[in-house]
């Protein structure tokens, strides 16, 4: 069947072929395009349409009534699955078909799906056209249309369609472990079923609904796992589009479903998928503070036979039992044996204030870019605020810095070494140095970044960690970690990039980086983005807000320390002089960092008369050499000749307190080297004896 060029026109508008420079949601392709063919104001198969107005008027929608009937029928035949169902729905509304539209679209599509087309089908065409465009999105853009879900919650009849929808999803769940509905592995629902409910939950989020928690409660880990002993699931697909929506509109509550689901599972893969969208989700609650703040801080006190069990967050979470006045080691025996489920509900209790307060402190962390003041105040009384440095504006643009939540009635923020003159940073790395305070994240000690006149004549890229051979395996899982998104190099892609957004989704970083063999990829140039009209654009380094920029070459400097094959001699075949340069070469501001705790900690240590610092070495004095021990790598050369000495990197550092732990643990290597090799004529282990006497 061919279509009329109008009607070709037509396809192109429903079906996204046409490139408009308009963005959502001030102006919307379809809506415009409508408007600008009905009218006759557009020229059929030349240029962008025009907006001349929003809404159709009786000529224009009747100058579109034949066209509209004949990609109509053109869909129907066998062609919805290929151009999408809502391009036909948008048709069927100005052709008058929505009968046959229905008829033929329902097919397949399941119960809540058809319950949203039932919907669809009460609007007016501009709306079916506007909802078309949002549920599919623009392939040419980077990023999710902004204002979609809100948008959806001001239509007519969406958000209660919403709730019965989740209602009728639950209720399927529930009928599948109860025996009700014959259980199908990943067939609990249809495909658009799980779209559908992506966009309900979504908008149930946004909107913080009340019912949801519960709702969640129940759904997610009935979805995660069989109602028989198998390790499929009934939907990985619902699973995985709820935990997809809470990374755009995270709460408390759903990510406690979230984990609860991934304890439930027997699917060995998909708590490993899971694990990586928490990375991303967690920190996302840093721009819904005003509801991440209603974490509890998990505190309970029960009496469980004659013992006591405790539940602290005061530092890490514990649960303790106790007898009277007296700790115990661990469970009582009588308690295990008279009370086991209770061991196992407060066991449970304790891992969810865990995860809760692992949560919170991430929301936190990644608060520090965001545009607007967070609520803190909510978090008044939350153990995790007396173990911060907050920063208290008392009198306009004069701000004072306090431990704890301590001054009330005025703004506050979070602390950050950047805003701070250095005399105040040294006195606030001796005070939680001294009161031996483990923080929930890097505060006191964190490293800044600030832009060098390099970088500032560059423009828009900082070479500050290119060239870096580093394990690639080692660096796509810290980017996980860290939240950054790349995908897998392999030899049909040897360069890609890797992204964090920031700023409540207003700034992006990347960092470019190439496959230079099998195991190993070299890192390259660091670039910033903003975000403009839907669109990302290249910002100059020197208009980067100057938290984004610390907090991003923060993560890259991380990167490179943990996975530079500088680190590892053995893993340096055919890189000799990069292993040279960067494992005994100048410092990064992490490893200045540890410098400056290493100068704080040695005086209180029993080998402090054996150990110097200097601008890139902890010295050592042994009794059969002395040592030089690299602050960035760990790395040892012996003097009087500098011969390597390789030592398998130890963590135990003793009962030295360490005011913070990295990743990689570097702090932790450095000093059990240092206490080792203080001690050298105890050494027995021959591969490092054949070293000393060599």
């Known amino acids: 069947m061919n279509l009329s060029p109008l009607a070709q026109r037509l396809l192109q508008l429903t079906t996204g072929t046409v490139n408009d420079p308009s963005y959502w949601p001030d102006a919307s392709q379809l809506s415009v395009g409508l408007v600008g063919l009905g009218s006759g104001r557009v020229q059929v198969d030349d240029g962008d349409p025009v907006p001349v107005r929003y809404a159709l008027d009786e000529q224009a929608r009747q100058r579109l009534v034949a066209p509209a009937r004949e990609l109509v029928e053109f869909l129907l035949e066998d062609r919805i699955r290929?151009?999408?169902?809502?391009?036909?729905?948008?048709?069927?509304?100005?052709?008058?078909?929505?009968?046959?539209?229905?008829?033929?679209?329902?097919?397949?599509?399941?119960?809540?799906?058809?319950?949203?087309?039932?919907?669809?089908?009460?609007?007016?065409?501009?709306?079916?056209?506007?909802?078309?465009?949002?549920?599919?999105?623009?392939?040419?853009?980077?990023?999710?249309?902004?204002?979609?879900?809100?948008?959806?919650?001001?239509?007519?009849?969406?958000?209660?369609?919403?709730?019965?929808?989740?209602?009728?999803?639950?209720?399927?769940?529930?009928?599948?472990?109860?025996?009700?509905?014959?259980?199908?592995?990943?067939?609990?629902?249809?495909?658009?079923?799980?779209?559908t409910l992506g966009r309900a939950v979504r908008l149930a989020l946004l909107k913080d609904e009340p019912w949801l928690p519960d709702l969640l409660g129940e759904l997610l880990p009935g979805i995660a796992v069989a109602p028989t002993q198998a390790k499929t699931l009934p939907s990985q697909g619902l699973l995985f589009e709820v935990a997809r929506a809470m990374e755009e509109y995270p709460t408390p509550e759903a990510v406690s479903a979230l984990y609860a689901a991934r304890r439930t599972t027997r699917h060995a893969g998909v708590p490993l998928q899971l694990d990586r969208k928490f990375k991303r989700i967690e920190p996302a609650l840093a721009d819904r503070l005003e509801v991440a703040f209603r974490l509890p801080d998990g505190r309970l006190r029960q009496a469980v036979g004659e013992h006591t069990a405790v539940i602290s967050t005061d530092g890490e979470v514990e649960l303790s039992w106790w007898h009277g006045d007296r700790k115990l080691k661990g469970v009582p025996a009588a308690v295990r044996r008279e009370h086991p489920e209770e061991v196992k509900r407060l066991r449970e209790l304790a891992g969810q204030a865990r995860q809760r307060q692992t949560t919170l402190t991430r929301a936190l962390e990644a608060g520090y870019t965001s545009r607007t003041a967070p609520p803190y105040r909510q978090l008044e009384g939350h153990p995790v605020t007396d173990r911060l440095i907050w920063e208290f504006e008392v009198s306009p643009g004069v701000w004072r810095s306090e431990l704890g939540l301590t001054v009330p009635d005025v703004p506050v923020r979070l602390w950050h070494p950047a805003r701070a003159p250095m005399e105040e940073v040294r006195a606030w790395r001796e005070a939680v140095q001294d009161k031996e305070l483990r923080q929930p994240f890097k505060q006191a000690f964190r490293e800044v970044y600030l832009l060098t006149p390099a970088e500032e004549a560059a423009g828009t890229r900082s070479g500050r960690f290119a060239e870096h051979v580093v394990d690639y395996r080692r660096l796509r899982a810290l980017f996980k970690d860290r939240g950054w998104r790349s995908d897998f190099l392999g030899h049909w892609q040897g360069d890609g990039e890797a992204r964090r957004v920031l700023a409540g989704g207003h700034w992006r970083a990347t960092l470019d980086h190439y496959l230079h063999d099998e195991h190993?990829?070299?890192?390259?140039?660091?670039?910033?983005?903003?975000?403009?009209?839907?669109?990302?654009?290249?910002?100059?380094?020197?208009?980067?807000?100057?938290?984004?920029?610390?907090?991003?070459?923060?993560?890259?400097?991380?990167?490179?320390?943990?996975?530079?094959?500088?680190?590892?001699?053995?893993?340096?075949?055919?890189?000799?002089?990069?292993?040279?340069?960067?494992?005994?070469?100048?410092?990064?501001?992490?490893?200045?960092?540890?410098?400056?705790?290493?100068?704080?900690?040695?005086?209180?240590?029993?080998?402090?008369?054996?150990?110097?610092?200097?601008?890139?070495?902890l010295r050592v004095r042994g009794d059969l050499r002395t040592y030089k021990i690299h602050l960035g790598s760990g790395n040892i050369l012996m003097e009087p000749n500098d011969a390597y000495l390789c030592i398998v990197p130890g963590r135990d550092a003793g009962s030295v307190f360490l005011p913070f732990e990295e990743d990689g643990g570097m702090l932790s290597v450095i000093l059990s080297k240092a206490f080792l090799l203080a001690a050298d004529t105890t050494i027995t282990d021959p591969s490092i004896t054949r070293q000393l006497s060599g």
């Open 520 to 617: 190993h990829a070299v890192t390259g140039e660091v670039r910033f983005q903003r975000l403009t009209e839907s669109a990302w654009h290249q910002a100059p380094l020197t208009e980067v807000p100057a938290l984004v920029f610390s907090e991003a070459m923060r993560d890259v400097d991380l990167f490179v320390a943990v996975t530079s094959i500088g680190l590892n001699a053995q893993a340096a075949g055919g890189h000799e002089d990069y292993w040279h340069s960067y494992g005994f070469g100048e410092l990064t501001e992490t490893a200045r960092t540890r410098r400056d705790a290493l100068a704080r900690l040695l005086p209180r240590l029993k080998i402090a008369d054996r150990t110097e610092l200097t601008d890139r070495f």
């Open 82 to 195: 290929i151009y999408g169902p809502f391009a036909a729905l948008v048709a069927a509304g100005l052709a008058g078909m929505d009968a046959d539209a229905r008829a033929e679209i329902a097919e397949g599509r399941g119960p809540i799906a058809v319950a949203e087309l039932e919907l669809l089908l009460g609007w007016d065409v501009e709306r079916r056209a506007l909802f078309a465009e949002a549920v599919r999105g623009r392939p040419d853009h980077v990023t999710p249309l902004h204002g979609v879900t809100e948008w959806l919650g001001g239509r007519p009849g969406y958000p209660d369609f919403a709730r019965t929808a989740l209602e009728e999803a639950g209720t399927r769940v529930a009928a599948i472990h109860a025996g009700g509905i014959p259980y199908r592995a990943e067939k609990a629902f249809t495909r658009e079923e799980t779209a």
